[in-house]
């Protein structure tokens, strides 16, 4: 990988200085004010970083303050209720982000002194390298580079690197070394986030402000003018799922389906029943159509009116009665809880 370096300015080890220098000093300037950077915590950089996968900063925002008021702190969140940790967490999808963050707490509170080393945190539930890197990097200063796709981006530029990469996840895997070797011995907490910051506020995929990007002389891509062709990656075949939901309320209550627990990704989490074709329900009239993409999949979900028989056994299909009075409280996955809300207001508005 390193072969990357060979004849590129940052091959020379004092351009490679000065590139460290200008990357920190453009940071010191002109970093976002983000929560988890005011006043930093390890317990705001964990749970920063477990939110921020797959997740966008925008988003993660108001999650974030909410957060930090109801669970302070890896005690608070350790003695949690797990139903209380999945409301908290409700709308940022990906719930078991959330699952393993309350059994990282609990190992966390257990410990006389938190261990510093990036395999100790590479063992904790839920943390693969990225987040290791970027904790013990952020957090105790360790020199761990952290490869994301903003990291691959401005790399492969910076190289040139016309590579076909199968995944992401692959580049980044690759790409890891080198970013280790730019980095430097020191501010390797700012240096990591300063890579990803330049990726994701100058770097951009479409666009790349490169006549103003603070590392420009050193970027192979950036002076050509053809960052937009980087990185290169195989492109995957998007496929379509359909699936039938019902809508079956009565006057003060709404059927649910709860996942069920064990390792389903939805454990504990409702949303509309699915309209299976061995299921008990009558399918009615057409309601809705939601459209989605989750990684290489398109769901096409559409929603009917619905009955059940009364004498359906509730518990078998893992249906629940919630009361309206009650649907704050509990946790509906987040593209669900948007559709109850668009639905009710078009019944509503259908008999005014
Ligand atoms: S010069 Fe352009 S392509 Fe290179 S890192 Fe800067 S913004 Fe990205």
Same mark, same amino acid.
């Not at 990591?192 to 995929?205: K, S, Y």
């Not at 006549?211 to 053809?226: A, I």
């Given at each position: ?5 060979t004849?590129?300015?940052?091959e ?10 200008? =990357? ?5 300037? +002109? ?17 920063? *970083?477990?939110?921020?996968q ?13 957060? $930090? ?5 890896f ?55 990225? $987040? ?5 990097? $952020?957090?105790? +200063? ?18 040139? +690197?016309? *590579? ?18 730019? !980095? ?7 240096y +990591? ?13 479409q ?20 960052? *937009?062709?980087f ?27 709860? &996942?069920? !627990? &064990? ?6 989490i409702?949303e ?6 061995? &299921?008990?329900? $009558? ?9 989605r ?20 056994? =509730? ?38």
């Open positions: 990988m390193n072969n990357l370096l004849k590129h300015i940052l020379d080890l004092s351009n490679r200085e000065r590139f460290r220098q200008s =990357l920190l000093e453009w940071y010191d300037e +002109n970093q976002r004010e983000l929560p988890w950077r005011t006043d930093p915590s390890l317990y705001k950089t964990v749970i920063s *970083e477990f939110m921020l797959q997740t966008r900063v925008s988003t993660v925002l108001p999650y974030f303050q909410k957060w $930090i008021i109801k669970f302070p702190d005690p608070s969140l350790a003695q949690a209720k797990e139903e209380d940790i999945l409301k908290g967490w409700e709308g940022l999808g990906y719930y078991s982000r959330a699952r393993n963050l309350h059994k990282l707490s609990q190992i966390i509170s257990t410990q006389e002194s938190i261990p510093h080393d990036v395999n100790f945190w590479k063992s904790l539930p839920g943390i693969g390298p990225y $987040i290791a890197a970027a904790v013990t990097s $952020i957090s105790f +200063n360790q020199k761990e580079a952290v490869c994301d796709g903003n990291v691959v981006r401005v790399l492969t530029r910076f190289f040139g +690197n016309g *590579e076909k990469f199968k995944d992401g996840a692959y580049a980044q895997k690759k790409l890891q070394p080198l970013a280790h070797v730019l !980095m430097p011995d020191d501010r390797t907490g700012d +990591n986030q300063a890579f990803m910051e330049l990726g994701a506020t100058v770097c951009h995929r666009s790349p402000l490169c006549t103003t990007c603070p590392v420009l002389k050193f970027c192979k891509c950036g002076q050509r003018g053809d960052a *937009e062709n990185p290169v990656m195989e492109k995957k075949k998007k496929t379509v799922q359909e699936i039938d939901r019902l809508w079956i309320k009565s006057s003060n209550a709404l059927l649910l389906q709860k &996942g069920k !627990m &064990g390792n389903n990704r939805l454990a504990g409702y509309l029943p699915l309209n299976t074709k061995l &299921g008990p329900y $009558i399918k009615g009239k057409f309601i809705s159509l939601k459209k993409t989750i990684g290489q999949v398109l769901y096409q979900e559409s929603i009917y009116w619905g009955s059940i028989s009364k004498t359906l056994e =509730l518990d078998e299909y893992s249906l629940e009665w919630v009361q309206w009075k009650d649907i704050e409280e509990i946790t509906i996955s987040g593209p669900h809880r948007k559709w109850i809300k668009e639905i009710i207001q078009s019944i509503e508005s259908d008999h005014t």
